[in-house]
């Protein structure tokens, strides 16, 4: 870990070393308050993505502002982990746990919180029962369907019914219900995420009828992200949603006028080579261009032309000016790319440092 | 962090522009020999106060765009005039001049690449001579990366090549450079088998980096990588390749951009003959700023 750069709070932004990840905190704040307000007297809670954040400290904020289900999801066995040690009381992997090293972290877990796994193999479900029968833990298992991604999931409801019988029969496992993840492209029309939401989750309740029609009883329906974070939540027999995008925000969920953009990359302007062009402090390396190049935050006339691992060209139209050594903030077109290349968030408030919170999941691949 | 670590002799070839970093800077050069990339009269004029400041003395090479359209001020009168004016500052010794050369796309052709390159050393190649007709000395003519160590070095007057790819190597630089191999590879497991022809992997975006281009599925033929999300790789099996990569079953991927990928790890796992052999930090990790 790398411990050189944590300024002192009180620090003003200007004073920042760059490139540099800050969140405004009153941005974050507004952000977790509308999931607690959206959710309130509602079956459905959000469980938020830890994924998106990789940090306890913002995962016990996020539980503590309301509207979750006092848990969070994560990604890997290594990621569960630090939020397991870090104090969350419930965490659900999102991902298929097969390699018999990390099923037997999963068991630790499990004797330590709450644990729940995606699961859609049967095979994969007898070697984590095995597993957990040894020290006497209980994983809960959460089938998931395929909902068009063309990734993991059972793709039909007979195998997801088979499934579930053949895991209510394991020793040390809990069937705890289903799952499905759905990506969408721009789709800035909120009637349009209706009818969307309900086209793709409807198989999962289909799959939860058909395995509740068998007599077997779940108590866990999650689906969605951030772009059905309400959507999904009105469709009736869905308990979960799992979300984490909206609470940095992205330009690729811009439509989502109700969240601001939190999490964002200070840079500086290191060379001013020719007119209409100025050279930034952070590459790829400090803001992800995977799924598009960051856009420029609150400084009209100004855009990134493209960027190389440390340095992002600018340019720039008539009349606007920018010269060496001043500061500008990037928003990115996918926050959890930029957040992974992190040690540390550095939280501002009206401009000043408040907290420096450390990614303890940052790196977290296994 | 490698003054720190014991190395005697740096080069930061870019540009240090904030109080704070020159500060830090010129702490550096109280400890080792430091030398730094310049591209404007004012950075030359901040570096030299800083050095003053405190007692230090600062390397500087002139930089010029080499056809990065990046850093490095405009070829030609410009840059002679900013290596005559860090001669004359105080705090600085200019020492040289030096460029970055653009390296090759995937699907850029070998032999016009080559012309290319050849055309921007030679901008930097005749700055120097410039700076030397106007009676400056140039000890170091300092170009980069990887992509043109062999050709720079046939290029009368070329002191130094920048390069850090070609240890690890990477896909991008494979097919101009054959006769490097990729050493750096990415081990991931399979996680999920969902169907026929298509296996999904636990190696995603986050840990392959694929900002600049996909890492490549190693060794299986008729196995390729065509899709990273955040946290997994979808590989589509052809022929043979499907009845491989079973659940639990391990593939490697060879990164596009070997620097991308680096930066996401906090270790690096040695393995010679299959065996582990060592176990390195990536010390410098993170340091971005």
């Not at chain 1, 086209?199 to 939860?208: C, E, P, V, Y």
């Not at chain 1, 930034?280 to 400084?299: E, H, K, L, Q, Y």
Request: hydrophobic share 40%; net charge negative; glycine share 10%.
């Amino acid at each position: 870990m790398n411990e050189h750069y944590r300024p002192t709070p009180g620090t003003p932004m200007e004073e920042l070393d760059t490139p540099c990840l800050v969140i405004d905190m009153d941005d974050l704040d507004h952000n977790m308050d509308v999931i607690s307000k959206t959710y309130e007297g509602r079956t459905a809670k959000l469980r938020g993505h830890a994924k998106n954040h990789k940090t306890p400290a913002i995962a016990h904020r996020q539980i503590r502002r309301g509207g979750t289900v006092g848990g969070v999801c994560a990604a890997k066995v290594s990621e569960a982990e630090v939020m397991v040690h870090g104090g969350i009381p419930s965490v659900f992997i999102t991902s298929e746990i097969v390699e018999p090293m990390k099923i037997d972290r999963l068991c630790s877990l499990a004797g330590q919180a709450e644990m729940l796994v995606a699961c859609d193999q049967a095979a994969n479900a007898r070697d984590i029962s095995k597993a957990a029968t040894a020290p006497g833990v209980e994983v809960g298992l959460v089938i998931e369907l395929e909902t068009g991604l063309r990734r993991c999931g059972v793709r039909e409801i007979e195998q997801g019914v088979a499934l579930a019988k053949e895991i209510t029969s394991m020793p040390g496992l809990r069937f705890r219900g289903v799952m499905s993840h759905q990506v969408i492209g721009d789709m800035p029309d909120r009637e349009d995420r209706v009818v969307e939401a309900n086209r793709t989750i409807k198989g999962l309740i289909d799959l939860k009828d058909a395995i509740e029609g068998q007599g077997i009883p779940m108590d866990i329906v999650s689906t969605g992200e951030t772009w059905s974070y309400d959507v999904a939540a009105e469709i009736a027999g869905v308990t979960e949603i799992q979300g984490g995008s909206y609470l940095m925000m992205e330009t690729h969920y811009s439509y989502m006028t109700e969240f601001r953009y939190a999490g964002k990359i200070l840079t500086t302007i290191i060379s001013t080579p020719r007119t209409g062009i100025a050279i930034g402090d952070a590459g790829v390396r400090a803001v992800s261009s995977i799924s598009g190049m960051p856009t420029v935050f609150d400084r009209p006339g100004v855009s990134v032309e493209s960027m190389d691992s440390d340095h992002a060209v600018f340019k720039l139209e008539s009349g606007a000016s920018l010269k060496v050594g001043d500061q500008l903030l990037l928003i990115p077109a996918q926050q959890d790319a930029m957040v992974s290349r992190w040690d540390r968030f550095v939280g501002l408030r009206k401009g000043k440092v408040e907290v420096v919170w450390d990614i303890l999941a940052r790196g977290c691949h296994n | 962090m490698f003054a720190n670590s014991g190395f005697s002799d740096i080069l930061l070839a870019n540009q240090v522009v904030t109080v704070s970093k020159i500060r830090r800077l010129c702490a550096l050069a109280g400890q080792t020999s430091i030398g730094i990339a310049v591209d404007s009269p004012d950075n030359a004029q901040q570096l030299s106060s800083g050095a003053v400041a405190a007692g230090v003395e600062l390397r500087v090479l002139v930089e010029i765009d080499a056809g990065m359209g990046r850093c490095g001020i405009s070829p030609g009168i410009e840059a002679v005039a900013l290596a005559q004016k860090i001669d004359g500052l105080p705090g600085l010794k200019l020492e040289g001049i030096m460029g970055s050369v653009p390296g090759p796309k995937g699907d850029d052709d070998p032999t016009q690449h080559e012309a290319k390159t050849s055309a921007n050393l030679q901008i930097v190649l005749d700055n120097k001579e410039a700076m030397e007709q106007a009676g400056l000395s140039i000890e170091v003519v300092s170009v980069g990366g990887t992509h043109c160590y062999a050709q720079a070095i046939e290029m009368p007057g070329v002191t130094e090549v920048r390069a850090g790819r070609y240890p690890l190597m990477d896909h991008r630089l494979k097919s101009f450079l054959p006769e490097l191999e990729p050493a750096a590879k990415i081990l991931a497991s399979v996680i999920s088998h969902p169907i026929d022809g298509i296996v999904v992997l636990d190696a995603g975006h986050k840990s392959t980096a694929p900002d600049q281009g996909r890492p490549v599925l190693e060794g299986i033929e008729g196995a390729n990588a065509t899709r990273f999300s955040a946290e997994h790789g979808i590989v589509e099996l052809e022929g043979e390749a499907q009845n491989k990569l079973k659940a639990g079953e391990k593939a490697w991927l060879v990164p596009y951009e070997s620097g991308a990928t680096v930066n996401q790890y906090d270790y690096f796992r040695a393995v010679k003959n299959g065996k582990l052999e060592g176990f390195w930090p990536i010390s410098a990790r993170g340091r971005l700023a």
